[in-house]
Every structure is written in structure tokens, then in C-alpha cells.
């Protein structure tokens, strides 16, 4: 099934596997998923990025020494945070087999399960309605709701998936940078007049216009997410600074990897900021390291971790266990990749 947002329209996925060995026989396992449209990143960007600056930057290197490791790794080039991700998360993997233990355990260990919502795509509204009733028969009670390729009838079509489902599924709309701030605020106006009940509004203007973030967190009772407008821990703390938004979605592929998504998460709960952990299309390489670091964080208290409830085929065995809205962790070392 087609996976449409207001960015983009994607019918499938190929992304990049990272292996990092050790000199005494173990395997790291990374993913990087290309998204030109968030990143700027392509397959053969983040490629060349790996092999030619990322590659030499750190061979060699102790694994007990991450934070020297994650230095060089983040100095290696600028951006590239997919890239940078990939071998951030074999790393961890790493760490976490060096001393025998589950990632999340590694990193604070707060929980076993995580519960995480499933996306929506942006259609016509008979198609969204359709959609969101077959999420909830396979047991999804949150349903993140893609709009924001056209504003006129975005409330509307939220209203309808609203009265389709009832009031006991919960509701995330995510415009991906798709409105202005006079819409943002009018849209999200209705919404709260109608009594649609919903959760969070996710990015709903362009990740660059901080003021229209500001003015519509300002103007409305229903929380903000920043998703785009933070892929550092900087654009956090300026984020916080200027009230732009009430939540932070943090992904790894945005942040470089799991180091630098803990400094966001930290100066996040400093400042009383709940964090959503989220992902791009991606498999369970890269999901499952993002589980292992949501499950062992309190201030994480979202979850949109859809990638491998929406892709047809799992070629992956191992990690934690995906089953639709559930994602439990298990007691494999490192990652859990089998």
C-alpha cells in the first residue's frame, strides 16, 4: 500500500545495512533509509558518506571508548545524519554485546513494551476512513493522521475518521510542514470547536518558520509536535527557548544516531518537554535500535515506530518483537539480531 504524505508518495523501500566488526568476531548491525525530501540524503549520498569519511574516522577504534567514537564519527562530515545513524546503532549494538546485555538495559532500561500508533495516508477521505478502520481491526488504538496537501478539507476529513472510529481511538494529525500558520491555527480551531478530541498536531508548518511554529503553539490548546524543526540538540534547546512547540519527535535518522538522540531527550525532560520517538520508512534494523532506546527512556512517552507494520515482507529475524501495536523487548544482547 502506497505510503502518501504531503512530502511525498512512496510504493517501496530500499535502504542501506551497515556490518561493523569487531577484531574478536562480533557484528554490529546499522540501517540508513534515504529521504531526500527530510535529510537530503539518497542512497548513494549516504554510501560514499560510510565508505569514504565515516569508515576511516573510526576504524580501529576501542569499542569501550563510544564517547571518543561518537566524536570522531560526528566531526567525520557535516549532516549526513542518516549516514551517521547507521554506524551509531551497529555501534550500540556493539557496546551492548561487549557486555552481554539487552540494549535498553544498557542505556537505563525504564520498560519492556512500548505501545506505537500506525500512519494513515493522506487520501481521499473515503480511503483514509477505510484505512483507519482496518488499523483498528488489527489492533491499533492510535492512529497518526496524514493531511496537509489540502488544507480546505483537512478538518473535515479528520472529523470524518473521527466519527468513523469513536471517541475511545486515539488521534494524531501530522501535516509534515503542509499549512501555513493562519491555516494551522484555523484548521486546528475547528478541530478543537468539534470536539475531535486530538492528541497532538505534528509539524504543521515549514520546519524552517520558527515564528509561524511560535504563533501557532500560541493560538491553540492542542499540543504541538516539532518533528522536522529538530534534528539537533541545538534546535531543541532554541525550540524550547521560543515556545515553538510543546513536543519533540526525536529519529534517529534526523539526529545521527542514538548519542546525539540522548542529548536532545535530556535537555527535552530538563525543560518538562515530553519526546515522541519516531522513525522514516524503515525496517526493523533501524526500528528496533530506535525501540531499545525509547524503552529505556521515562521522558519517551510516545511512540511512532510503524516502519515494519507497514512494510509487506520482514526479512529481518531477530530484535525486539513487533506485533501491530506492541513492540516488546527481549533479553537478546546487543540489539537482539539473530
Known amino acids: 500500500m502506497p505510503f502518501k504524505t504531503a512530502l511525498r508518495t512512496v510504493h517501496s523501500i530500499q535502504n542501506i545495512a551497515v556490518y561493523v566488526h569487531t577484531e574478536d568476531g562480533h557484528i554490529g548491525i546499522g540501517e540508513a533509509a534515504p529521504t531526500a525530501v527530510i535529510t537530503g540524503e539518497t542512497l548513494g549520498s549516504i554510501t560514499h558518506a560510510i565508505e569514504h569519511y565515516i569508515k576511516p574516522a573510526i576504524l580501529g577504534m576501542d569499542i569501550e571508548e563510544m564517547a571518543s567514537i561518537m566524536e570522531r ?127 497532538l498536531v505534528e509539524q504543521p508548518v515549514h520546519y524552517d518558520d520558527l515564528v509561524g511554529m511560535q504563533y501557532v503553539t500560541a493560538n491553540t490548546i492542542t499540543n504541538i509536535l ?64 530506535a525501540a531499545h532506546f525509547a524503552a529505556s527512556q521515562k521522558n519517551i512517552t510516545m511512540v511512532d515506530l510503524d516502519g515494519p507494520s507497514l512494510c509487506m515482507n520482514d526479512p529481518i529475524a531477530g530484535g525486539p518483537i513487533f506485533n501491530n501495536d506492541r513492540i516488546t523487548m527481549t533479553d537478546a544482547i546487543g540489539i537482539g539480531f539473530s
Open 73 to 199: 564519527l560526528d566531526k567525520s562530515l557535516y549532516q549526513n545524519t542518516s549516514a551517521k545513524a547507521a554506524v551509531d546503532m551497529a555501534l550500540y549494538d556493539l557496546h551492548a554485546q561487549h557486555y552481554k546485555t539487552p540494549l535498553y538495559k544498557l542505556l537505563g532500561g525504564y520498560r519492556k513494551e512500548l505501545i506505537t500508533d500506525i500512519t494513515i495516508s493522506v487520501n481521499n477521505t473515503e480511503e483514509m476512513i477505510k484505512d483507519s478502520l482496518a488499523a483498528v481491526e488489527r489492533g491499533f488504538q492510535i492512529l497518526k493522521i496524514k493531511v496537509g496537501k489540502d488544507p480546505a478539507t483537512d478538518a473535515k476529513r479528520v472529523l470524518a475518521i473521527r466519527d468513523a472510529v469513536g471517541d475511545a481511538i486515539t488521534l494524531r494529525v501530522d501535516a509534515n510542514q503542509g499549512w501555513t500558520p493562519k491555516q494551522a491555527v484555523r484548521i486546528i480551531s475547528a478541530l478543537e470547536d468539534a470536539d475531535a478530541n486530538i492528541e
Open 226 to 289: 516539532a518533528d522536522e524543526s529538530v534534528f539537533s540538540a541545538k534546535d531543541a534547546f532554541t525550540i524550547i527557548e521560543r515556545r515553538a512547540a510543546d513536543l519533540i519527535n526525536i529519529k534517529l535518522m534526523k539526529t545521527g544516531g542514538i548519542f546525539q538522540a540522548q542529548k536532545i531527550c535530556n535537555i527535552a525532560e530538563a525543560n518538562g518537554i515530553p519526546c515522541m520517538i519516531g522513525c522514516m520508512l524503515e525496517t526493523k534494523i533501524s526500528v528496533s535500535a
